[in-house]
Each structure stands twice: as structure tokens, then as C-alpha cells.
């Protein structure tokens, strides 16, 4: 089963200044991964001042924000996709991410959804809107 | 402390192979290294609960299993002096960073461990359980049920190869020279077997038989970071991953398959394909000639790119084929290639390629004979004979979704 790990850096995009020994130490982690066969993908996000949110709200249209953002609680700093066999693997390999003293940061793990886990009705629908490949309905 | 077992469990997963190769270095036994790594497994199971679980669980197993070692071979020592020798040894090489000396030796070890679980002088059965074991990690249990066998009968396949590894003292090392691409050749071949087993799962089977998928493409996936310079490693990953990609829409909603060209493409796994080009591409970028999983894999990526039926390149694949033809001589291969011609150069030609296997004994149960052969001929226009082979496909296949859709293309008319 996948799993996203999103580390949330839990600081403002100012103080989000990682030294170059956490840089090789979340490399390392990486290639750990890389190693072990778990790691599909990761991305790491720049910081939210080249960020925008968009809000919908009730009836109102949606509103565009720019950032940066300063709940620093909700920035996401950027994410692993893994594929391991369970969730407690999954959490294993979280507590793994390196931490260095002083540091606090979150790691949110959540599994992946996929076309099984959806109930039959839903199926359906997604089966039949997928007939016609996206190409198509793209304006080319 | 449920919480704590179930981190247990997970280091297992993730370490055991780690703990097994390494104390296999040094007692030079696989069978001994893996009783060895489970004492350790279960004084964690006593002690991490209250102690917590280490900053480095996976140095503390394999630290723990040694000591396990150097007991043991010091009690043998009372009958055999030679073992006293080795414990001695053993315990002044004992590093004091164990986390760094494991690191070091930890890509050799891992090696050496699959070569010696996909040795030659193991049959097939044995080796495919003995590597799920030592390097999936999976119980017996867990093999038993994805393979269709009853658990006492891989347990015996399982100690039988123990037993046959140290009559026969296989060494615990890394094939040199020449040697590695032959030993290589067994490695690969173990690891495919268990995807494919995997990928012949069916509706209503137990939900561990795709899973041998997942442990396949997780071997493959170390595998390829252990010998990064063999390209048919990087083959064979790129195959299972482009496979894979396929897996939701190759069965239909009654069970029944679902040849390539009638698949959704629209629900192929757009990462797992990224990531079968990305495999092709390193295996490609090792400048060798292609081996037989690097020219599957070419072949797959060929369909994998192409994003309608119409779009594949049929003549670059008809082309690879030949050349697997020329590689790995098969009746099966033919048979695909047969029906790449007819895609490239239209039916005429692939019947006749096709009617060039009619006399191959191998293929006589193979409904996909008949099954291609009646496709052609219906689009030729030949529809009386068309439906004879339709028929005749209907009764050898043994899936009953695909028997009915054959008697359906039996009477149907143009």
C-alpha cells in the first residue's frame, strides 16, 4: 500500500533554514529509502511566499491569497510517497526522518487512496467517465 | 504494549534481511544466521516494550544476534576447537560503532544473501521460498497461502534448503567475475517467478497473491541499488514496473482478462510507467547490448508510451521481438510476434506467422494459438474459420468469463 509522508516544518518560511549537515542527513534518509525498495517519489516545496491559496467559501466565488502564510502549523514543506506493507511500516520509516537536536518539525503519514477502497457506486462512475482517454477532453 | 509489537513488526520488516546477512558473514550459515536473528527478534519483543524501541533497532538486532553468535560457537568450542577460534576472532572484531561497521558491509552482505538464497544447486521451489523468507521477510505461513501450498510443505522446502546450502557448503559471498552475470541470471529469474505468481492471481484468491507482486518489485527495486551496473537488473525492474502499471485494468468487471490493446489506458498508473522508463533508461544508459528483461522492458515501454492503440510503434516492436526471438527462442515469443506483424504489416502477414507455429507441440493447450489465429482471420474476412478457432480457444481456456466471451465471438457476425 502507498503512503505520503508530508513534513510539516512547523516554522515560518523565514526561519526555515536548514544547515548543510540536516540537508546530508535528509539525503542520507533518502537514500535509505531508495535503498530498502519503498521510495516511488518526493518533492520538496519552496517556501510559501511563491505560494498562493485559493478559498471557497459558500455561495461566494473563490478568493485567491497570496502568501507567504504565517501559520506556520499548516505550511507543508514537502512530501515522500512510499510503498510499503503496512501502516505501521509506514510510521517506522517516519520516525526515521532525521532529526536534528533542537529541531521541531511534524511528519503526517497518510495512506493513499486507491480505486478499490472506494465503494462500487463510485467505481462505476469513475469507470465509465475514464472510457474516453483525458487527451481527449483536453483542447488541443 | 500493542503499539510497541506492531513497531516490532515493522522494524522486522524493514531490518530483517539486514540482521540475517550480516551475522550469515560471519557463521557463515543461513540457516544458523536466520535462528540467530530471530533470538534477537524476540529478546527485542521482551525488552523494547519497557525499554523502549533503540535509536538504531536495526544496529541493536544485529548486535544482539552476534552475541547470540559468539554464545553459541563458544559452547560448540568445549567439542570443536576450530569454533573457539572463530569466537575469538568474531569478538575482537567486534567494532565499537557497530551502527557504521554494519553500514559499510551492509550492500555486500544483502548480496551475498540473494546470491546464496538463489544458488543453483537449490531447485526452483526452494529458492523462491528460501528468498521470501530471509529476504521479504515473510513467514512461512505468509508464503504457504500466496503460493496455494500447504504451510508444512513450504516449512520442509524451506529446512530441506537450508540443509542443501550447508551439505553442499555454498559459500556466503558475492560471485566474482564472469561467474556474477551467470549467478545474476538466477537471481532475476526467482525474482520473476514471484511477480508472476503474483500477476496470475484471480478475483477471489487470497489477497496475498498480488501481494507477491509488491514483494517482487520491492526486491527488484534493492536489487537495482546493490548491482547498479547490471543492466538486466534494471530490465527486469523496468518490466515489473510497466506490468504493474496495468494491473487495475487487466481483468475485467466479471473476472474475465483483458488483452492490452482492449485496456482502459486512461487507468494505466502514469507513476509506476514514469518509473519503468526510468529503469529502462539506466539499464539503456549501461551501453550493453540488451539482454532478454531489457528487451521485454522495451517492449512494454513501447505499449506503456503510446497513449491510444493506434500510436504504438509496431514496427520498433516487431523489431525488439526479433531480436528476443533470436535471444531467447520461444514459441511464446513467436506467438507475440506473430501478432505485432500483423499490427505492423496486417493480418496476411501475421497469419502467416502465425500458421509457421501451427505444428509447435508446446503451444498445443495454449488457447492464445487458436484465439490470435481466429482474430486474423476474421479480419481477413474469413469468418467460417474464424469461428472454428474461436470454438476451439472457448475449450481450452480454463477461465470461465473468457471461455464465454470466446462462444460469444464463435457465432457473433460481422
Keep these: 500500500m502507498r503512503f505520503m509522508m508530508f513534513m510539516k516544518p512547523n516554522v515560518s518560511d523565514d526561519e526555515w533554514n536548514p544547515s548543510p549537515d540536516a540537508f546530508a542527513a535528509m539525503m542520507a534518509y533518502n537514500e535509505e529509502l531508495t535503498k530498502a525498495g519503498v521510495l516511488l517519489a518526493l518533492d520538496g516545496l519552496h517556501p510559501s511566499s511563491e505560494g498562493a491559496r485559493v478559498q471557497f467559501k459558500g455561495d461566494e466565488r473563490p478568493t485567491v491569497t497570496d502568501g507567504p502564510f504565517t501559520e506556520s502549523k499548516e505550511l507543508i514543506g514537502g512530501y515522500w510517497l512510499i510503498d510499503v506493507k503496512s501502516r505501521d511500516e509506514a510510521v517506522e520509516w517516519a520516525t526515521r526522518v532525521p532529526h536534528v537536536q533542537g529541531e521541531s518539525f511534524e511528519i503526517e503519514v497518510r495512506r493513499v487512496q486507491e480505486m478499490s477502497d472506494f465503494p462500487q457506486e463510485v467505481q462505476d462512475v469513475i469507470g465509465e467517465l475514464s472510457q474516453a482517454p483525458p487527451e481527449q477532453t483536453s483542447a488541443r | ?414
Design chain 2, 1 to 414: 504494549m500493542a503499539a510497541t509489537n506492531a513497531a516490532i513488526d515493522a522494524v522486522w520488516r524493514i531490518e530483517s534481511a539486514r540482521v540475517i546477512a550480516a551475522v550469515a558473514r560471519v557463521v557463515r550459515d543461513v540457516g544458523l544466521a536466520e535462528d540467530l536473528a530471530q533470538d534477537a527478534l524476540v529478546a527485542a519483543l521482551e525488552k523494547w516494550p519497557e525499554a523502549g524501541v533503540p535509536d538504531n533497532p536495526g544496529a541493536w538486532l544485529t548486535a544482539t544476534a552476534k552475541h547470540g553468535a559468539i554464545d553459541l560457537l563458544r559452547r560448540r568450542a568445549t567439542l570443536e576447537r576450530k569454533h573457539e577460534q572463530l569466537a575469538r576472532e568474531l569478538e575482537d572484531r567486534e567494532d565499537p560503532d557497530v551502527a557504521a561497521a554494519i553500514d559499510d558491509q551492509v550492500g555486500d552482505d544483502l548480496l551475498s544473501l540473494v546470491f546464496t538464497t538463489c544458488h543453483p544447486v537449490l531447485s526452483t521451489e526452494a529458492r523462491i521460498a528460501l528468498t521470501l523468507r530471509l529476504l521479504g521477510g515473510l513467514t512461512t505461513e505468509e508464503i504457504a497461502r500466496a503460493f496455494l501450498v500447504p504451510t508444512p510443505t513450504v516449512a520442509q522446502r524451506i529446512s530441506r534448503a537450508k540443509r542443501t546450502l550447508a551439505e553442499a557448503n555454498v559459500p556466503f559471498e558475492v560471485p566474482a567475475g564472469g561467474e556474477l552475470r551467470a549467478r545474476l541470471g538466477s537471481v532475476l529469474e526467482v525474482v520473476y517467478l514471484i511477480f508472476n505468481e503474483g500477476y496470475s492471481a484471480t478475483a477471489g484468491d487470497d489477497w496475498l497473491r498480488p501481494e507477491l507482486c509488491h514483494e517482487a518489485l520491492r526486491l527488484g527495486r534493492i536489487l537495482a541499488e546493490l548491482a547498479p551496473r547490471e543492466p538486466e537488473v534494471h530490465g527486469l525492474v523496468a518490466l515489473m514496473e510497466i506490468q504493474q502499471s496495468r494491473a487495475r485494468t487487466r481483468v475485467g468487471p466479471r473476472g474475465e482478462p483483458v488483452l492490452l490493446l482492449d485496456q482502459d489506458r486512461s487507468r494505466w498508473d502514469r507513476l509506476l510507467i514514469r518509473r519503468g522508463l526510468a529503469a529502462l533508461q539506466r539499464a539503456e544508459a549501461l551501453g550493453e547490448a540488451y539482454g532478454p528483461y531489457t528487451l521485454q522492458a522495451a517492449i512494454a515501454c513501447h505499449h506503456a508510451r503510446a497513449r491510444t492503440p493506434e500510436e504504438t510503434e509496431w514496427l520498433r516492436i516487431v523489431a525488439l521481438y526479433d531480436a528476443l526471438a533470436e535471444l531467447t527462442p520461444s514459441p511464446v515469443v513467436e506467438l507475440n510476434r506473430a501478432v505485432a506483424v500483423a499490427m505492423a504489416f496486417g493480418p496476411e502477414a501475421g497469419l502467416e506467422a502465425v500458421d509457421a507455429l501451427a505444428e509447435d507441440k508446446t503451444l498445443a493447450g495454449y488457447h492464445l494459438l487458436p484465439s490470435v489465429r481466429g482474430e486474423l482471420l476474421a479480419r481477413l474476412g474469413r469468418h467460417a474459420e474464424a469461428s472454428a478457432e474461436f470454438a476451439r480457444a472457448a475449450s481450452l481456456t480454463r477461465n470461465e468469463q473468457e471461455r464465454r466471451l470466446l462462444l460469444e465471438r464463435a457465432v457473433r457476425r460481422p
